[in-house]
C-alpha cells in the first residue's frame, strides 16, 4: 500500500525557514518522480518542486526557486523541501506527491497535483 506522510510544518515569521519531510512507503522511491505542490485558502494547487527518478534532477516553479531545495535520501524512503526565506505568499497546505512516471523539467512541475498517490498535507504559516 502506498503512503505518504508529511511533517515539519508549523508557523514562522518572514524571512524565516522551515524544512519538511515525507516519509514514504509502500514502494522504492528510487523508482519515482516526487515532488512537492501547496494549495493556500482560496486558491488553486501549485507545483512548487520535483525530483526526477531517473537522475535526481530537480525542478523548482519560478516563485520558489533560489529559496527552496528538494532532496531524496533513497535508502530512508526519504524527501526533504528544505525552505529558505519565506514569505507570506509561501503560507498553504504542502503535500508530498509521487508517480511512477518519468516527468521531465516540462511537465514534472505543471503535473505534481495529479500525481498518482499523495500524502495528507502539512500547513505552513508564514505570519509576522
Known amino acids: 500500500q502506498v503512503q505518504l506522510v508529511e511533517s515539519g510544518g508549523g508557523l514562522v515569521q518572514p524571512g524565516g525557514s522551515l524544512r519538511l519531510s515525507c516519509k514514504v512507503s509502500?514502494?522504492?522511491?528510487?523508482?519515482?518522480?516526487i515532488g512537492w505542490f501547496r494549495q493556500a485558502p482560496g486558491k488553486e494547487r501549485e507545483g512548487v518542486s520535483c525530483?526526477?527518478?531517473?537522475?535526481?534532477?530537480?525542478y523548482y516553479s519560478s516563485s520558489v526557486k533560489g529559496r527552496f531545495t528538494i532532496s531524496r535520501d533513497n535508502a530512508k524512503n526519504t524527501v526533504y523541501l528544505q525552505m529558505t526565506n519565506l514569505k507570506f505568499e509561501d503560507t498553504g497546505v504542502y503535500y508530498c506527491?509521487?508517480?511512477?512516471?518519468?516527468?521531465?523539467?516540462?511537465?514534472?512541475?505543471?503535473?505534481?497535483?495529479?500525481?498518482?498517490?499523495w500524502g495528507q498535507g502539512t500547513q505552513v504559516t508564514v505570519s509576522a
Open positions: 506527491a509521487a508517480d511512477p512516471a518519468p516527468y521531465d523539467v516540462v511537465d514534472c512541475i505543471p503535473n505534481l497535483p495529479d500525481f498518482g498517490s
Open positions: 509502500g514502494f522504492a522511491l528510487d523508482y519515482y518522480t
Open positions: 525530483s526526477r527518478r531517473s537522475d535526481s534532477n530537480s
